[in-house]
Structure formats: structure tokens, C-alpha cells
């Protein structure tokens, strides 16, 4: 008997904070939110299939492109009716697949396949916000 009463405390306090840790997993995934990398391949194949997205393109290495990435992130997480992709390509690979001539970063609102609008270089949040709003 006094095993079982052991047992059921030990039982109670792993069940306690399983609820614990269930309850953080579903604030974070409720409250934040990011970009999805995506590859050369995959952003061919999103703009042959006229798919309406918002594309960030800029090298990784990059320390404009780094600080870029947390604005992005703010964006996404604020606004989650929008999708941002990025891809890790430089200006000529963009210059090539997108038929713009931009420095990278850059800022690109793609519908149906074809590019409506674009802004080169970093934006900071509300920039990032009124360029996407204003032409998504």
C-alpha cells in the first residue's frame, strides 16, 4: 500500500509538470513566429506554380542581411496572415531567376508567380510593414 501511494505522488508530480511544459510549448507556439528558408529549387517551383508570397533574398554572411533576419522574424510574428521565404542567394542568382537587378537584401512581393514590387536593402520593421501592406 505504501508503494502504491509513493507511486501515485511520483505519478502526480511528472503529470504536474508535463502540464507545465505542454502549457509553454503552446504559449510559444501561439505567440511566435518566423520565416521559412526555403531553397533555389523550391522558389523555381513556387513561381512556375504562380503562388502569391512575400521572398526576402540576401546572403546569410552578411551582416545587414543578420540583422535583417530579426526584422523579419518581428514581422512574421506580428502579422501572421502574411508568409515570408527566404532564400539564401546573392544579387546575381536574383538578377537571373527574378529579372531585377537589386543589391541584397532585398524585399520582394511575388502574385501569381510574377514580381509586383521589390525593395532593395534592409528595412526596418514599419518599413518592412507599409511596403507589404501597401502592395500585397
Not at 6 to 30: D, H, P, Q
Not at 50 to 79: C, H, P, R, W
Amino acid at each position: 500500500m505504501k508503494f502504491i501511494k509513493k507511486f501515485a505522488k511520483e505519478i502526480s508530480v511528472f503529470g504536474l509538470v508535463l502540464v507545465v511544459f505542454l502549457c509553454l510549448l503552446a504559449y510559444r507556439i501561439a505567440t511566435y513566429a518566423t520565416y521559412k528558408t526555403i531553397s533555389a529549387a523550391q522558389l523555381e517551383k513556387m513561381i512556375a506554380n504562380k503562388k502569391d508570397f512575400i521572398l526576402v533574398a540576401g546572403t546569410s554572411s552578411d551582416s545587414s542581411m543578420s540583422s535583417y533576419q530579426d526584422v523579419m522574424t518581428e514581422f512574421a510574428t506580428k502579422n501572421r496572415k502574411y508568409k515570408i521565404y527566404y532564400v539564401n542567394k546573392n544579387s546575381a542568382y536574383v538578377k537571373k531567376t527574378l529579372k531585377k537587378a537589386v543589391a541584397t537584401p532585398a524585399t520582394f512581393i511575388i502574385k501569381d508567380g510574377k514580381v509586383k514590387a521589390y525593395r532593395s536593402g534592409a528595412l526596418q520593421y514599419y518599413y518592412l510593414k507599409d511596403f507589404v501592406q501597401s502592395n500585397y
